[in-house]
């Protein structure tokens, strides 16, 4: 499966910091069962290899792996069974295939075309609220027609449509649809319906 085969299945992809193993399967159905079916799940935890192991067997679900560092972390991802990987940066000398496609962050025009140059088309903008959000996106759009993004970092409910809205954002990510709170509460009701009002905020451009 492509990049943008991924990034257009859904317009939210949840971002997933677990820390325990035993919750990862009822949060991954519980995010499908409300129409989010790309997840992310961060290597920020001891756990977070495991996790993607055992999400990848839910039945609907595209499971990858964020915050990749580097390419070992690309490799190891992979073959836990990520079938793609998201950094908040560019990694040096990974391109857009590998053991998993990669969905690099950038900041910068300068970071976007590094990016560009080394063959990536599609690109989570990071932090999203803070490097210029939905006017740094608006001012891409025209010296950079080949790049798509998936705004990332302090993107939630109030603000994702606006993202969305715009011509070259594909997807968003966000932890808003999973908080921590209702995972350790194992509220896997309230993640369903918060996944069924991020599920609902079409449209988006085409990949
Ligand atoms: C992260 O790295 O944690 C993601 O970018 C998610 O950011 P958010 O918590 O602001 O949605």
Redo the contacts with the bound molecule.
């Keep these: 499966m492509t990049l943008p085969d991924i990034l257009t299945r859904a317009p939210v992809i949840p971002?997933l910091?677990v820390d325990d193993v035993a919750h990862a399967v009822p949060l991954g159905r519980a995010l499908v069962a409300g129409g989010l079916p790309v997840l992310e799940v961060?290597l920020?935890t001891p756990v977070a290899l495991d996790c993607i192991r055992a999400m990848s067997g839910i039945e609907g679900a595209i499971v990858g792996a964020?915050?990749v560092l580097n390419r070992q972390m690309r490799r190891a991802a992979a073959e836990a069974g990520a079938k793609f990987v998201v950094s908040?940066g560019l990694i040096e000398g990974e391109g857009p295939d590998g053991p998993a496609p990669l969905l690099p962050g950038v900041a910068t025009a300068t970071e976007l075309m590094a990016g560009l140059a080394a063959g990536f088309t599609h690109f989570?903008l990071?932090?999203?609220?803070i490097v210029g959000g939905v006017d740094a996106l608006k001012a891409y759009q025209s010296p950079f027609q080949q790049a798509k993004f998936c705004p990332?970092?302090?993107?939630?409910a109030k603000n994702a449509a606006e993202y969305l809205a715009l011509p070259n954002v594909i997807c968003v990510?966000?932890?808003?649809v999973a908080p921590a709170d209702a995972v350790r509460a194992g509220d896997w009701d309230r993640i369903t319906a918060l996944a069924r009002e991020a599920a609902a905020l079409a449209p988006r451009a085409p990949a």
């Design positions: 971002v910091v961060t920020r964020g915050t908040p989570k990071f932090p999203a609220n990332t970092g302090g993107v939630g990510g966000g932890s808003w």
